[in-house]
């Protein structure tokens, strides 16, 4: 199981690569394994800001849907266009060219509420 070190994570399963005061945002290896081949994401919240914790859009996977929900509040100022035409690039490589957003970050203070790699790892292996 890929979990990198360098990232934040959620209970949720969504990983938080943090860039100056904009936030990459994806789900992680584990999340992906567990729903199989993504066949569809969707993010219409595009130019919205979202609160923690709400639902910024889905993924759906051969057999399920899954609801994303938004680890920082934050306007959601990117979608991973990519995934549009391909989206099992978040099976293949779900930190990298599987990301799923980017937010302007509003509250800096809710990074201290997310979870470093071993507490991650620590979850799932629960």
Do not use: C, R
Not at 20 to 49: K, N, R
Not at 107 to 121: F, H, N, V
Request: glycine share 6%; aromatic share 8%; proline share 3%.
């Amino acid at each position: 199981m890929n979990i990198p070190s360098e990232l934040k994570y959620t209970k949720d399963h969504e990983w938080v690569k943090i860039e100056g005061d904009t936030a990459i945002i994806g789900i992680t290896d584990f999340a992906q394994s567990e729903l199989g081949d993504i066949v569809y994401v969707d993010v219409d919240t595009l130019d919205e800001t979202v609160e923690i914790e709400a639902v910024f859009g889905s993924v759906e996977a051969v057999k399920t849907v899954s609801d994303l929900f938004m680890p920082l509040t934050g306007e959601i100022i990117e979608f991973n266009e990519a995934l549009e035409d391909e989206p099992e690039l978040v099976n293949t490589n779900p930190y990298e060219a599987g990301w799923m957003i980017k937010v302007k970050i509003s509250d800096t203070t809710q990074l201290e509420g997310l979870l470093s790699a071993d507490d991650y790892k620590k979850l799932i292996e629960a």
